[in-house]
Nanobody, 121 residues
Framework: QVQLVESGGGLVQAGGSLRLSCAAS????????MGWFRQAPGKERECVAA????????YYADSVKGRFTISRDNAKNTVYLQMNTLKPEDTAVYYC??????????????WGQGTQVTVSS
């Protein structure tokens, strides 16, 4: 399996931006499709964005489309989530995940520990 470590979370005002990073180690990063998920208190975990092995295909949840951008740098073994125009409802713990397939929404077999994103109104 691949090991994943997220960073970049924090507290931001509504309308602000954050960029999350997820560094991978242990296996060939370019072999994995990647996804960003989030889970808010009392809510189910949801996939907000996903990206194919090469980065050529991406998916966004309707709730973040046009505001979030997922990207990856296979040379740096890192996937990013650029979050713009943040809203209080974006507040959640954000997780990155890796799956041994080319592209899709799962199943993701490796997960990071999560990073908290808090958006104040």
């Amino acid at each position: 399996q691949v090991q994943l470590v997220e960073s970049g979370g924090g507290l931001v005002q509504a309308g602000g931006s954050l960029r999350l990073s997820c560094a991978a180690s242990g296996r060939t990063f370019s072999s994995y499709a990647m996804g960003w998920f989030r889970q808010a208190p009392g809510k189910e975990r949801e996939c907000v964005a996903a990206i194919s092995r090469s980065g050529g295909s991406t998916y966004y949840a309707d709730s973040v489309k046009g505001r979030f951008t997922i990207s990856r740098d296979n040379a740096k073994n890192t996937v990013y989530l650029q979050m713009n125009t943040l809203k209080p409802e974006d507040t959640a713990v954000y997780y990155c995940a890796a799956g041994e397939f080319n592209y899709g929404l799962g199943p993701f077999g490796s997960w990071g520990q999560g990073t908290q994103v808090t958006v104040s109104s």
